[in-house]
């Protein structure tokens, strides 16, 4: 049986939001996992948590998911704050990967969960072109260039990726029930193919 850790950073933001969209966003990916047969670990920022039972939690996972609204050009603070604390401890850091006695090691080559994926699915003001446009904000990075610091904690442990999934201009220009149909898809794929790289 395979387990999924979905972390949810769906936390109020200062402009006003409760969170809803993420923790909906959690909700589903909970249901489908749960549907296809997976143990499903959830945690959720709104609330404490122990370092230990964090790092159980990414020991016994197959699939790792951040569910997070991004603000200022990052996940929130909390979602920051876990990373800080849980990612560097030992349980689940490795070293960089640089030894004295082979100098042909390269920095963040260290990790040791080979053996795990994981998936960012976040929600955004910026419109789904942004991250693309060449002229644009971004320039022209791309989703995933847009999400490199937290696709670099991942990789530093070396944990492999999927796809990232993301849902757009949630404020100005929102379509929300066709974003969760999207999702709710995704993830389905997943729970019953895992070994698909979707």
């Known amino acids: 049986m395979s387990t999924v850790f979905i972390i949810n950073a769906g936390v109020p933001s200062p402009m006003g939001s409760r969170g809803a969209l993420n923790d909906e966003m959690t909700r589903i990916a909970r249901e489908e996992f749960e549907r296809a047969g997976w143990t499903v670990l959830v945690t959720d920022l709104k609330n404490e948590w122990k370092l ?25 603070w909390q979602m920051k704050r876990w990373i800080d604390v849980v990612s560097t401890n030992p349980a689940v850091c490795g070293t960089d ?30 419109p789904a072109e942004a991250p693309f446009e060449p002229n644009g904000f971004y320039d022209g990075r ?23 999934f993301a849902v757009h201009d949630v404020y100005k220009n929102p379509s929300i029930e066709g974003d969760l149909a999207r999702w709710r898809s995704r993830v389905e794929a997943i729970a019953r193919n895992p070994a698909k790289k979707n």
């Open 52 to 76: 230990e039972e964090e790092t159980a939690k990414i020991l016994a996972a197959d699939l790792i998911i951040v569910q997070t609204p991004i603000w200022a050009m990052y996940a929130p």
């Open 97 to 126: 990967g640089r030894t004295r006695t082979d100098p042909s090691r390269k920095y963040g080559t260290g990790g040791f969960l080979t053996d795990k994926r994981y998936l960012i699915s976040s929600t955004w003001n910026a």
């Open 142 to 164: 791309g989703l995933e260039g847009a999400l490199l610091p937290l696709h670099k904690q991942f990789e530093y442990l070396g944990v492999a990726p999927l796809p990232s």
